[in-house]
């Protein structure tokens, strides 16, 4: 069990359910984020933090012994918010750990670092970069920040791509990117367990029949996720058609971010 684990992004919908089911993880939770939050409850401290003010985020990792990093911009905005949450929140978050000790990290990256790809492609987890936006970038930059820390200094990252994490999938194109939340919580308590992480890339996403990524590279840490999305397949085809063939929904792994435009300030 850890002393001290830190969700930041914890007003967030990933960040509501990691307080709710990580909870048996560490003696307390240390919950912050920029947004409001619900008071601390009984094993909990909560610490409002602006990623982008390094002394504040130096005090707000000071003292724990894992990190889970939800934080920051969640969609595509503007290159301002991104630029201070996203690619500045994360060199805070890193310069902080590496003065507290380096706890082990867990990086919420984003399917969206390889959202170019077409949806017939099967990747692993080296695959080229091919970000769909902005935010696709800026979780680049935190992937990069991650491997380079670990090369330099041998910070610990677990680089979770995440796919779609909500308690059910929401349309079609999620039947191939759905995260559980039981999938997700097992996957957290293996990277957390397991003697040396090192700094993999792994895929967040539950065993689904038509899923578009190979975790084989990251067997060592006994993840297996057990959840499968084709039993909502039929509420899904209920509820609404597919995407017409040409939709970038049903062409690209990225979904509509591939659609998105710039966002001007």
Known sequence: MLDRLLITGAAGGLGQMAREKLRPLAKTLRLSDIADMEPAKQGEEVVPCDLADAAAVRDLVAGCDGIIHFGGVSVEKPFGPILEANIIGVYNLYEAARAAGQPRIVFASS???????????????????????????????????????????????????????????????????????????????????????????????????????????????????????????????????????????????????????????
């Open 111 to 265: 399917n969206h670092t390889i959202g170019y790809y077409t949806q017939d492609t099967y990747l692993t987890n080296d695959v080229p970069l091919r970000p769909d936006g902005l935010y696709g970038v800026s979780k680049c930059f935190g992937e990069a920040m991650a491997s380079m820390y670990h090369d330099k200094f041998g910070q610990e990252t677990a680089i979770v791509r995440i796919g779609s994490c909500f308690p059910e999938p929401k349309n079609h194109r999620m039947l191939s990117t759905w995260l559980s939340a039981g999938d997700f919580v097992s996957l957290i308590n293996s990277i957390f367990a397991v003697p040396r992480l090192g700094c993999p890339i792994i895929w967040g996403v539950s065993d689904n029949d038509t899923k578009w990524w190979d975790n084989s590279a990251v067997a060592y840490l006994g993840w297996r996720p057990t959840d499968n999305s084709e039993v909502y397949r039929a509420k899904i085809d209920a509820a609404m058609a597919p995407p017409g063939r040409d939709a970038p929904d049903a062409v690209y792994q990225g979904g509509l971010f591939t659609a998105e435009p710039i966002h001007e300030e």
